[in-house]
């Protein structure tokens, strides 16, 4: 197994001999196994080992053998000691999820404060098939059935070739002792029990089933790119970008015989769930309600008239912001400038506006409107609704819950980037104009 390892590394150029390395290492076989491959190859290479405090006496022995370890192959070894119950129930994760980020977290602060050029870890083929797996169970397109990447960035996998009996077999003929972390006969966990329940089982109808899943995923792999590019090139026909915000046309799109594939392709990575993608899909062919939300942990989609538009979530701005004068806007959440000026000329701008002085009270108020709020807008004689003046504008939910407006100590006097208020408009009368500018951002 050590040349086909070797040959991996050359074929794939994963890394070279003259590369600073850090390879995670628990002490169980398979970083045992990488370690010794690494060692007689003739790489360099340091050693990372994370005790999570989770094992008792079991977590400080591995810690010892690992130490211990690194001084035969004279080998540096860099361990850190984590609270990772307190941290997973401070992010409120589970704990294998806690551990994960932990450890990646601190592998690459090591890297970049020892100048590591690759981090390896010791992933192997039957790994790849559990990603899978989990991957199926959680709801995932083709890219799901690629199992691991070999290479991601800096951190590389370089066993993902050998299979699992392969290291087993390699430690038992060089006789190399490790470590076995006893949770991982633990069936409660997802990968646990895909490994000692589903697979065994799935060896009864093929005895073959690793070889088989692993030429399937290769398949996979070719089969993700093709669908990758189609729905590159239909993103081009369907949507467009602008800034942060994606639309994509509705009719457009319920034209394409692959809808499902183009969306979850195009919306997937911003967080929406196989489930929401079907629901949306089943809202656009029965209902095509506007105004229909979806929201994902990064981002919100609604469906509007002709396009969906998804945007990512924003930050909740809900206290409300006191201007004392013309000069206290440092503090606002959008670029504000408010100056006097003996300028009358009425413009017609929406991010520059012309008030009366004499018709506005400090303090002013900045904030987000509210359901209920109405204004006498610029050139009427009565009074509505925000609600209606936004419909009236056509302007989408985004824009909506995007729009700001300024009061003063007794009227709505701008909806920002809209309209303001008729009761402070200049006229011939006024004698001092408050000018005030905005960029939105």
């Not at 001999?17 to 007689?40: E, Q, Y």
């Not at 409120?92 to 994960?100: D, E, G, V, Y």
């Not at 990603?131 to 199926?136: A, G, L, Q, R, S």
């Not at 967080?271 to 942990?297: E, M, P, V």
């Amino acid at each position: 197994m050590q040349k086909k390892i070797e040959q991996h590394i050359v074929q794939r150029q994963l890394f070279n001999k003259t590369d600073k390395l850090l390879l995670a290492f628990s002490g169980g076989v398979d970083s045992m196994v990488l370690a010794h491959i690494l060692h007689h190859l003739g790489y360099q290479f340091e050693l990372a080992h994370c005790n999570f405090k989770l094992r008792g006496q079991e977590s400080e022995e591995e810690t010892a053998f690992c130490e211990a370890f690194a001084k035969t192959i004279s080998t540096n070894i860099h361990i850190q000691y984590f609270d990772t119950r307190t941290f997973a129930k401070t992010h409120k994760l589970s704990t294998q999820m806690a551990a994960r980020t932990l450890r990646y977290n601190w592998f690459n602060k090591l890297r970049e404060q020892n100048q590591f050029k690759y981090i390896l870890t010791a992933h192997h083929a039957n790994d790849t098939i559990e990603t899978v797996f989990v991957n199926i169970v959680r709801g995932t397109g083709i890219n799901g059935l690629q199992g691991i990447p070999e290479k991601q960035e800096y951190l590389i996998r370089p066993m993902l070739c050998a299979s699992k009996q392969e290291i087993l077999t390699y430690a038992k003929l060089h006789h190399i002792n490790y470590r076995e972390d006893s949770s991982n006969v633990e069936v409660k966990y997802k990968r646990n029990f895909i490994r000692h329940q589903i697979v065994p089982q799935l060896k009864v109808l093929n005895p073959a089933i690793e070889e088989t899943l692993l030429t399937s995923i290769q398949f996979f792999k070719q089969s993700a790119e093709i669908v990758k590019h189609f729905a590159q090139d239909k993103f081009f026909d369907i949507c467009k970008e602008e800034e942060d915000t994606l639309y994509i046309h509705i009719q457009a799109l319920l034209n394409e015989p692959f809808k499902d594939t183009l969306l979850f392709e195009w919306l997937f990575n911003k967080g929406f769930k196989t489930h929401q993608i079907q629901q949306l899909i089943h809202s656009l062919l029965c209902h095509r309600l506007s105004g229909k939300q979806f929201t994902s942990a990064t981002h919100h989609l609604v469906i509007d008239r002709e396009f969906m538009i998804v945007k990512p979530l924003l930050n909740k701005i809900e206290k409300e912001y006191i201007i004392n004068s013309i000069t206290d806007t440092q503090h606002l959440p959008i670029s504000l400038s408010i100056n006097e000026s003996d300028d009358i000329t009425i413009t017609n701008k929406t991010l520059q506006i012309k008030l009366d002085a004499d018709k506005v009270s400090f303090p002013l108020t900045l904030r987000r409107w509210k359901t209920g709020d109405k204004f006498q807008p610029l050139g009427m004689k009565g009074f509505k609704k925000l609600s209606d003046f936004f419909k009236d504008q056509k302007c989408s939910i985004f824009d909506k819950q995007n729009t700001f407006i300024l009061c003063d100590q007794h009227q709505i006097i701008w909806i920002i980037g809209h309209r303001i208020d008729n009761r402070v408009k200049i006229t011939e009368q006024t004698k001092r104009v408050l000018v005030l500018s905005t960029s939105l951002k």
